[in-house]
């Protein structure tokens, strides 16, 4: 079998740069395909947590007495769930926040769902419904605080 000539190892060789000069550019883009921080919306998620927990800790009265809080504490997670989707580059938070907002999954929204339909809920399942929501509040709040810094 015959030894491939310089001039077909050099064809090769060409190709070879490319791709690690193309592996290389996604590598640098990668590094950007996440919004920066923003102090804003950190703001938003923790206060939104704070006063979630807040509000989930009256759950053992009747929703009726606390209708306006709870229409308040929506309007609250809609502009910060708004504000997040303004920005570039922040699928994963939207993601976070749709989950979190969501009637027919079992956090904030899940959760505010129930307690209108059963009236008032028990102080072990309010517990237990805080330790989860508060985590999910945590990896948007972690997911924020971990991002990127804009250059000053």
Not at 44 to 62: F, I, P, W
Not at 64 to 72: L, N
Request: aromatic fraction near 6%; charge should be positive; glycine fraction near 4%.
């Amino acid at each position: 079998m015959a030894e491939p000539s310089r001039s077909q190892l050099a064809g090769k060789v060409v190709p070879l740069r490319n791709l690690i000069a193309i592996a290389a550019s996604l590598v640098l883009a990668a590094c950007s395909l996440i919004a920066p921080y923003d102090r804003a919306a950190y703001e938003h998620a923790t206060n939104a947590k704070v006063d979630t927990l807040a509000l989930m800790s009256k759950a053992t009265s009747s929703y009726d007495e606390h209708e306006k809080e709870v229409e308040a504490l929506v309007r609250q997670l809609d502009k910060a769930y708004e504000y997040d989707r303004g920005r570039q580059l922040n699928k994963i938070t939207i993601a976070q926040w749709d989950i979190l907002r969501d009637p027919n999954r079992d956090l904030v929204g899940g959760f505010l769902k129930m307690w209108k339909a059963k009236g008032s809920l028990s102080v072990t399942f309010i517990a237990e419904k805080k330790k989860q929501i508060g985590d999910a509040f945590d990896q948007i709040i972690q997911l924020e605080s971990g991002k990127p810094r804009p250059a000053k």
